[in-house]
């Protein structure tokens, strides 16, 4: 049996996506242990009480993390606090895609 080359393998893809998903998630229950920013343990609330289940909540919130990351690294600039506090005000609806 031949070995795969580093990265040609789709289980790779899949666990690096996986991965990234439960640290961005961990990252999320992390904000709203610390209650830091406010704004994360407010939504996680706001959304429970409106009827969403834990894990819906968290993969939103994550979400939302995940585009900021992204803008992060294309614009090579600081986490935007500001902008990432009013996108979790604003879950369910999700933020547009930056490009």
Known sequence: MSELTPG???NDDIDDEEFAENTLVEAIENQIASDNPP???ATFNKLTL???EREEILSLMAHVLAVEIDAILEEDRAFDTQWYEAALRALP???PEKK
């Open 50 to 52: 409106v009827g969403y």
């Open 93 to 95: 609806e999700l933020p």
């Open 8 to 10: 040609t393998n789709t």
């Open 39 to 41: 704004a994360a343990k």
